[in-house]
Antibody, heavy 118, light 106 residues
Framework: EVQLLESGGGLVQPGGSLRLSCVAS????????MNWVRQAPGKGLEWVSP????????YYADSVKGRFTISRDNSKNTLYLQMNSLRAEDTAVYYC???????????WGQGTMVTVSS | SSELTQPPSLSVSPGQTASITCSGD??????ACWYQQKPGQSPVLVIY???KRPSGIPERFSGSNSGNTATLTISGTQAMDEADYYC?????????FGGGTKLTVL
């Protein structure tokens, strides 16, 4: 079964750090561009960051640029999101999502909740 | 980056047709996707490349895209179709999501 499983969310104080992980199974992870998408409580979807299949190319939304770092370990079928200098507005469910060859996000994880609060 | 505009809400009676619009500058020149999200669940891709359905998505879901508007159409809407729907497109290698439409079936 094709699956993505996120972990690493939790409660963190403003200015703190968290590292999210997303473990893939059921497909050749190293062949796909992977993404982080977040959703603040009661709000819509926001694309945060993609990473190329090799890990050599990344991109960040302006809202997280300079604070978040996306990476991947293809030997472990795992996607990461290092989040530093967290702010209250980063509070959201963070999803990892696979981009398929038709440029659609066809597989989504169950999400992991990040709450930034003192 | 460009924006995609959706109506915040839409109500439809069971068995009727629901049409959810997504507007953006020259959206018809790009491919549009649609995602369904039920409460407490992850988004699910229901339409890609304007009008293609992934495996497992019912035939009552269809899409179109022309000019500045993409449309998701649900024919014979069922109670199980009640959900939030998001359009998405690519703009200069970046992803843009619409604000979402809450579809109520009543």
């Amino acid at each position: 079964e094709v699956q993505l499983l996120e972990s690493g969310g939790g409660l963190v104080q403003p200015g703190g750090s968290l590292r999210l992980s997303c473990v893939a199974s059921g497909f050749t992870f190293s062949s796909y561009v992977m993404n982080w998408v977040r959703q603040a409580p009661g709000k819509g979807l926001e694309w945060v960051s993609p990473i190329s299949s090799s890990g050599g190319t990344t991109y960040y939304a302006d809202s997280v640029k300079g604070r978040f770092t996306i990476s991947r370990d293809n030997s472990k079928n795992t996607l990461y999101l290092q989040m530093n200098s967290l702010r209250a507005e980063d509070t959201a469910v963070y999803y990892c999502a696979r981009k398929n060859t038709e440029n659609a996000f066809d597989i989504w994880g169950q999400g992991t909740m990040v709450t930034v609060s003192s | 980056s460009s924006e995609l505009t959706q109506p915040p809400s839409l109500s439809v009676s069971p068995g009727q047709t629901a049409s959810i619009t997504c507007s953006g500058d020259r959206l018809g020149d790009k491919y549009a996707c649609w995602y369904q999200q039920k409460p407490g669940q992850s988004p699910v891709l229901v339409i890609y490349q304007d009008n293609k359905r992934p495996s497992g998505i019912p035939e009552r879901f269809s899409g179109s895209n022309s000019g500045n508007t993409a449309t998701l159409t649900i024919s014979g809407t069922q109670a199980m179709d009640e959900a939030d729907y998001y359009c998405q497109a690519w703009d200069s290698s970046t992803v843009v999501f619409g604000g979402g439409t809450k579809l109520t079936v009543l």
